[in-house]
């Protein structure tokens, strides 16, 4: 192989893909039966077909398995999803059928941005398929060799020599005629990684997911020539984002159904969820490109046992803090707020993730119920949160709008602390984010407000050198930006304290659909595609 084959690749471009399909071949060709088979002697489960069953011996198997595997990739379409792609695939879900009939090619290998799922810290990058003995289909996915060998301590550019940019992640044999639960079925176990695909499959169908060829490298045809094999352009692929008014958009995540079928009170939601959805897509996207690995380590952090914060709180912001500074020391982030702002967010997106990916949507009634309650401090919330964030969601004309809330722990100051993190500008993404803690002191928000404020504007009179107290009290420009806080904090914080309360009830959309739901608030603390929620509303109206 030519050695700039070999160097590591940016899956977040499309001339990534006619790069990775050679090494692959070559590993399929060269060093898979061996690798394979030492995997077998290991412990390493395969999937099996009967015919490879009947090969005679472990080695015979592992041969067996890697010329199949090549002869599917030989005549391989080749499709790359640029980041909105991704974000529709993992959002868009595909209706039951044979699935010969989904498939957007015979055969294919279909690269993803970004990783569209994480287990053990190893991402999901990539996935093929082509047909099975038996006529049904063959599905292989896989991860990022590099990727995967940095986490288990191995030497990466090693391992690219050997077995190329991709690394063996599962299989499945799917038999004619037949559709595959973990399509669809989210309590399925294999439904992080088969809905991704699915979903792009279908995006495709629906033309939400459309690709336009891109020619490949000389260096890369000539290359594929030498070994006898012709190397097709690259559909490169991206999303069209409906407008909320379009009836005909992609289907939405967990069942909802193609809008054009749905009641005409309920096609709404269908908008709301893919509104929604490419927000929070985005905004995962960019931090991932500024922190790689980020949400992996902040998870192995809050998983440890017997930690030294409580329950309620899945991370503390200093702990956030901490992991910055040992893994990503950047002078460009120096700055106090700039900092405080950036650990909030990375907090509540990965706080969020942890609790099931929950988006609420409130029931217009619900702004009456509590206003009252708009500077009453409920000082136990972050004990009675149902979930460590969720992300509550309005639609607009122009899309959606809505914030993430966290309950946090200040361990210096042992302190119980909200915080927001708002997602309310048009132009989305992580640098219009604006963040805003409550400190939960006092007997009101107002004082809250205050004393938090207070405590920022200490922090920063400090870092800059400057001596003195804030001036604050009756009169002060001080106090009248509490004022103006208090009146976009006071609703959100009686909200929140609502839907902690056992009057709330959710109710999955799926229901509103007629649909069958196995989902129940809240949300199983696992990692899972985006789920929209309403508020009940005969709880609103009882």
Known sequence: MDADSLRPVDFSDPACVPVVWLTHLHFLRENASLRWAEMMHAGWSFTLSPQARRQPGIQARATYLAEAELRRLERARLYHLDPVATATSKTTVS???????????????????????HDDGVGIIAASWGPADDGGLWISWWSDAAAAARHVGWDADTVVQTDGHLALHQETHILPMSWPPAADEPTDPGYPIFSPLFGAWQAMANETIIA???????????????????VAPVLACTAIQAPLADTGA??????????????????????????????????EYELRERFPGIFELLNHEAAR?????????WLPLQRVAD???ENYPDPSSAGFVHRTRHLAILAAVAAWKASGCPVVHPHTDLQDRTRPGIDVLP??????????????????????????VFAEWNP?????????VFDTHTEDGVDNLTVQPLHLVGQSVREALSATQSAMLMRLMTLSGQDGLPVTGPGTEFDAQIDQLLAKIGPQVALVDFLSSPDAEFLDTRVLLGLPSTLTWPPPPVERPIQLWLLDQTAVNG
């Open 379 to 404: 000082a136990d919330l972050p004990a009675r949160l149902p979930v460590h964030c969720l992300y509550v969601t309005f639609p607009t004309l122009a899309g959606s709008l809505g914030w993430f």
């Open 323 to 325: 992991i910055l500074e």
């Open 250 to 283: 992609s289907i939405p995540e967990d069942g909802l159904p193609d809008a054009r079928i749905v009641a005409e009170p309920y096609q709404w939601i269908e908008g709301l969820y893919e509104a929604t959805a490419w927000r929070i897509a985005k905004i």
């Open 95 to 117: 209706r039951m059928q044979d699935v010969r009939e989904l498939v957007p090619s015979t055969s294919g290998l279909l690269v993803w941005s970004q990783p569209v799922h």
């Open 212 to 230: 336009t060829e891109q020619p490949v490298r000389a260096a890369i045809r000539k290359q594929a020539r030498a070994i006898g094999v012709q």
């Open 305 to 313: 046992e017997n930690p030294d914060w409580p329950r309620w709180c």
């Open 412 to 420: 210096n100051e042992q302190r119980s602390e909200l915080t927001f």
